[in-house]
């Protein structure tokens, strides 16, 4: 089946890390994408894993990618006031180009 | 800045009536998808055209259609409209079809129904 999973929630201090946790359930997806979306604002693709590899980094952003339990974290290293926004995981299909979207994590980020 | 574009931002209507909304995909992206977001919903994929076929269907009211035209671009119609279609609709566009392309999404279109 297709369901994406994220907890709706996270507040941090700035400066620290966050890491923003996703699970699915489909192992045939391909990609797996973080977008990120401001108040009022569209969606911003911030960084994707090919579902063969494990990690990414790209520079304060770190994708992990667990198959075997089918679970995906973004983490943001020095959060800034500015990274405070809704961040979603999707998973999309190689056989189709929908994306399956998780309900969102809403990122708080404290001074 | 994506590259998609979306007209109009912002849309008012009222019950029953018809709208279109409009994306002109980035420059070279023959594949445009349409999303809806909505609070109770979330994000949910709608429809996909690649060089002016439809490619994929997703949860789409038979009261919504679209059509995407030899320049590329692309148009969402909804009609009799309800209170329910008060969303968000997100268009994005990718180089080609398929789960290895990546998607670029316009600002969006606000849609209030009264």
């Known amino acids: 089946g297709e369901d994406v999973e994220q907890s709706l929630f996270l507040s941090v201090r700035e400066g620290d890390s966050s890491v923003i946790n996703c699970t699915y359930t489909?192992?045939?997806?391909?990609?797996l994408y973080w977008y990120k979306q401001e108040p009022g604002a569209g969606l911003q693709l911030l960084t994707y894993?090919?579902?063969?590899?494990d990690m990414k980094q790209d520079q304060r952003l770190t994708v992990l990618l667990n198959k075997k339990d089918k679970h995906l974290s973004l983490r943001i290293a020095d959060t800034q006031t500015g990274d405070s926004a809704i961040y979603f995981c999707?998973?999309?299909?190689?056989?189709?180009?929908?994306?399956?979207f998780g309900q969102g994590t809403e990122l708080s980020v404290k001074p | 800045d994506s590259g998609v574009t979306q007209t109009p931002k912002h849309l008012i209507t009222a019950t029953g009536q018809r709208v279109t909304l409009r994306c002109s995909p980035r420059?070279?992206?023959?594949?445009v998808y349409w999303y809806q977001q909505s609070l109770d919903q979330g994000l949910q994929f709608l429809i996909q055209?690649?060089?002016?076929?439809?490619?994929a269907k997703g949860n789409i009211l038979e009261r919504f259609s679209a059509q995407q035209f030899p320049d590329l671009h692309s148009e969402l119609n909804l009609s009799s409209l309800e209170l329910g279609d008060s969303a968000l609709y997100f268009c994005?566009?990718?180089?080609?079809?398929?789960?290895?392309?990546?998607?670029?999404f316009g600002p969006g279109t606000r849609l209030l129904v009264l």
């Open positions: 489909d192992s045939s997806s391909t990609y």
């Open positions: 055209y690649y060089n002016g076929e439809e490619r």
């Open positions: 994005a566009s990718s180089r080609l079809a398929g789960g290895l392309e990546t998607q670029y």
């Open positions: 999707a998973e999309a299909y190689n056989q189709g180009g929908k994306l399956i």
């Open positions: 420059s070279g992206d023959l594949s």
């Open positions: 894993i090919f579902s063969n590899m």
